[in-house]
């Protein structure tokens, strides 16, 4: 059984990516959302790559990025990324599967942290923790929740 | 007149942009290339748009990690990114075309860090820290470059 | 029972507390150290505020970067910061008990990176992120560890 | 001849730092302080080392966060830390004169990001990227600035 706070969290993300230019357009599929809670999954194309052939930071950075947002905007309060950091553990080629797991650390008041996980397999790509601020009002509008 | 350094830099761009997937994808243009420099430029586009409708931090800090990578490998020194903060201080739309400079802050050993400034106009949109590794072996092999 | 991997993480931290000059001057207390993971604590006293009163960002960053010490250097591979980031998500005053967690949060080859979550009670004061570096040697000389 | 907002720069910096635990608990000496700008000094003790025998990584961001906050202050609004992050690029022995300089690079709003460099000599030590945010209340109170 699915807890409200969850059902939620997964209707507040659909909402997200149907208005969304990137998610679409980068292949994002949604595995799962919770409250607090987002995970993600990506494919590596050629036009993701970088000038060493390897999968770009910028694409690892969208990926976690894209999971962050649904993660922080899962309540429905809309949410915005204030600031990153992202460290890059190992690289990825052209048709290997990413996936990204999104877990709230800490939210206190407005602000809230982030931690997203980037992975091929078990390998780790990228770690990145982000930096939230909630603007007090809902992602989708009252009586439509 | 150009110096040999920037015109080695200017090489080194165009060599690593031919490789490359994901700047040509975005539709990232070059607009100046030196030693421990680079400026670039790319238009806002509706897939590039997050579920708020404004540009997603995934291509801000897109661009500005193309424009990190053309900066830290300019010495035709193959170099990675290791680590990035970005701070994102407003938002921009679709069509609103972005700019941004990367500039070498410092160099010891192998690890370097470099700072862009993504811009749409004189508005600045964030601001980018990374963190370079250099690899050792040449970008452009030895007797091309 | 304590497991010998743990047994060796409590005896590197003490090595290293020996030989530290700040960790001691700052009053920090080892509450606990296992592998890849320490826990901290700290009082605040008045020379560890700013000019608003409240406990400097220096302070809550140093015993954030003594706890991150002791997890990364818990399997006696001499080990670095190579960088990190914080967010400050709450003030506290002098006087606040502060602890400090350490969690290991990924590591490939040389490169980790570590989570440190700051607490007065259950309030978050600071989540900071950090990215170590393996130097390959041991810390406490082979034969003595 | 100095401007009106150097010489409102200096003096919210010599208000701080008369009230500030740290900075003189650390040996700090402000050596600049301008609109936006700020330069300090700090020798390294024996009690800002770790237990590697070289200056603590809490101790660097320290003076650097010292810094950050006379820029971020200097046109008397209040103004904290929101975030930070560091690169570490060389070690310092005890004994050695670091300088700290904090320059401002982007203000939008109530937010800002500024750039500390740590050097010890002319050898960078680190680099830190600080965001800010204004509270909107002056640091000198209305009369006394």
Same mark, same amino acid.
Do not use: W
């Given at each position: 059984?699915t807890?409200? +706070?969850?059902?939620?969290?997964?209707?507040?993300?659909?909402? &997200?990516?149907?208005?969304?230019? %990137?998610?679409?357009?980068?292949?994002?599929?949604?595995?799962?959302?919770?409250?607090?809670? +987002?995970?993600? +999954?990506?494919?590596? !194309?050629?036009?993701?790559?970088n000038?060493?052939?390897?999968?770009?930071?910028? &694409?690892?950075?969208?990926?976690?990025? /894209?999971?962050? *947002? $649904?993660? /922080?905007?899962? !309540?429905?309060?809309?949410?915005?990324?204030?600031?990153?950091?992202?460290?890059?553990?190992? *690289?990825?080629?052209?048709?290997?599967? %990413?996936? /990204?797991?999104?877990?709230?650390?800490?939210?206190?008041?407005?602000? @809230?942290? $982030?931690? &997203?996980?980037? !992975?091929?397999? =078990? !390998?780790?790509? +990228?770690?990145?923790?982000g930096?939230?601020?909630?603007?007090? =009002?809902?992602?989708?509008?009252? @009586?439509?929740?």
């Open positions: 059984m807890s409200p +706070a969850d059902q939620l969290a997964a209707r507040v993300a659909e909402h &997200m990516f149907a208005r969304e230019g %990137l998610a679409p357009a980068l292949g994002v599929e949604i595995e799962e959302v919770r409250e607090g809670y +987002a995970r993600l +999954a990506m494919t590596v !194309r050629p036009d993701m790559t000038g060493h052939g390897i999968v770009h930071g910028g &694409m690892v950075f969208s990926l976690a990025d /894209c999971a962050f *947002a $649904y993660a /922080c905007n899962s !309540r429905n309060v809309a949410t915005v990324a204030q600031a990153a950091s992202i460290v890059f553990l190992s *690289a990825a080629e052209a048709g290997e599967r %990413l996936t /990204c797991d999104a877990v709230e650390r800490a939210l206190e008041g407005r602000s @809230g942290v $982030y931690e &997203m996980t980037v !992975r091929s397999g =078990k !390998r780790v790509v +990228a770690v990145f923790q930096q939230s601020r909630a603007l007090g =009002k809902p992602v989708i509008p009252t @009586g439509e929740a």
